[in-house]
Nanobody, 118 residues
Framework: DVQLVESGGGSVQAGESLRLSCAAD????????VGWFRQAETKEREGVAA???????NYADSVRGRLTISKDSTRTTLILQMNNLRPDDTAMYYC?????????????WGQGTQVTVS
């Protein structure tokens, strides 16, 4: 099984920053089929940021310019740098990956890390 483990969440005040990490065991982020999702307690899961098949980063309008998705040099860790956080960023954040970029399904998921912004 491919294991993804998120870390770096916590409670911060508005305007502060967090850096989320997603460590992969049994998977290398060599393809551009990776992304971050979030779900607030009373809302549907939404895509936050993803790297597409062409290697381009795509962002939800609500986070564009504040959050940045990237991979570390080893391609074993997916990063979400979160700057200028706002209360509406409060959610459980999940990293995800596909087996193939052509798949519609996000096959691999982490357990989530909580971000709370006050």
């Amino acid at each position: 099984d491919v294991q993804l483990v998120e870390s770096g969440g916590g409670s911060v005040q508005a305007g502060e920053s967090l850096r989320l990490s997603c460590a992969a065991d049994g998977y290398t982020f060599s393809s551009h089929c990776v992304g971050w999702f979030r779900q607030a307690e009373t809302k549907e899961r939404e895509g936050v940021a993803a790297i597409d098949a062409d290697g381009r980063a795509n962002y939800a309008d609500s986070v564009r310019g504040r959050l940045t998705i990237s991979k570390d040099s080893t391609r074993t860790t997916l990063i979400l740098q979160m700057n200028n956080l706002r209360p509406d960023d409060t959610a459980m954040y999940y990293c995800a990956a596909k087996r193939q970029c052509s798949d519609a399904e996000w096959t691999y998921w982490g357990q989530g890390t909580q971000v709370t912004v006050s």
